[in-house]
């Protein structure tokens, strides 16, 4: 029984680490109001830290692949010298210096690179954040739980690089982009359950990132527990959500629900709602998070965009 547990434990580490893994004239109006980039400037980071950014970076490491999608929104791609081995969007990141893995990035390697600013997140990497700032590394920490956490975290990358500016607009145009998605939706929230891992069955419940994008795509989720929870088999067919959402990846087959024993005693696979999510853009706290939410919203109401 022990043994269950330590796994389970273990699992929920690792799914936590790998999720880790208006109109144009009020544009204009908003991003003029926006203050111009100057250093020194002090931010708040998302592991609660100020921290003091000196100078304008013009070397850094990015140790998330969100982070590093961010980055790129912000046109600062040109100025990361290090990235993960998760990291693969855009395709340009192909080109930039590896310095370790998510789980595990290589100090060596970042020191190496001679950042001025290394941008990581929370979770399996907090241990890092001590290390590298023993390096002389100037370190920020991003990784927000919802959608306006994200706002947030964009801002604050904005401010650490000095794309002040560009963060606005890249943030309005996700508020503009969630905004017609949700205008498209006039019904009921659709009760929902989303799988992460198959075996053993895990999900995404209350306080998850996840979680908020099911909210703001008219999503009901049928899991009220906090966090990236295990789930069983029995608590799923008692539920019985309407739509049944999965991730495709290492962790998860969603092509094989239907021939899993009991599964097809959901309603969600009687009536063919299963929907699988490219994986990315629902755990990947970034700007393409918005087309996370349009996936989420035309599997839960496809008759609102033609589907």
Excluded at 98 to 127: H, M, R, S, W, Y
Excluded at 138 to 167: F, H, M, N, R, W
Excluded at 260 to 282: F, H, I, Q
């Amino acid at each position: 029984m022990r043994g269950k547990w330590i796994k389970a434990a273990l699992l929920s580490a690792l799914v936590i680490a790998v999720l880790a893994l208006g109109g144009c004239g009020k544009k204009a109006e908003e991003t003029a109001k926006v203050p111009s980039a100057s250093f020194p400037v002090t931010i708040t980071d998302d592991a609660g830290r100020s921290v003091t950014i000196p100078a304008k970076p013009e070397r850094i490491v990015s140790l998330a692949p969100a982070n590093t999608e961010i980055l790129y929104s912000l046109g600062a791609l040109d100025r990361v010298v290090g990235v993960t081995t998760y990291d693969d969007y855009p395709p340009e990141v192909s080109t930039i210096e590896k310095v370790g893995d998510f789980v595990t990035p290589n100090l060596e390697a970042i020191t190496a690179a001679k950042p001025d600013l290394v941008l990581v997140t929370t979770g399996v990497q907090a241990d890092v954040i001590e290390k590298l700032e023993n390096t002389g590394a100037v370190v920020v920490a991003i990784d927000p739980q919802s959608l306006e956490a994200l706002y947030v975290s964009i801002d604050t990358v904005g401010k650490a690089t000095g794309e002040v500016a560009t963060a606005a607009t890249v943030i309005q145009e996700m508020k503009d982009e969630l905004a017609s998605i949700q205008d498209a939706i006039d019904a009921a929230p659709v009760r929902c359950f989303v799988e992460i891992a198959q075996e053993p069955l895990y999900t995404a419940g209350a306080g998850t990132l996840i979680n908020d994008l099911i909210e703001q795509a008219g999503g009901e989720n049928v899991v009220t527990q906090e966090g990236y929870v295990a789930y069983s088999l029995e608590q799923l067919l008692k539920d019985d959500p309407e739509v049944y959402l999965a991730t495709k990846g290492s962790m998860s087959d969603p092509s094989t629900l239907k021939d899993r024993a009991g599964y097809d005693k959901l309603s969600a696979v009687v009536n063919g709602r299963v929907a699988v999510l490219d994986d990315n853009l629902v755990s990947r706290p970034g700007p393409r998070i918005i087309q996370g939410v349009r996936q989420i919203a035309e599997a839960l109401h496809p008759e609102a965009f033609g589907k």
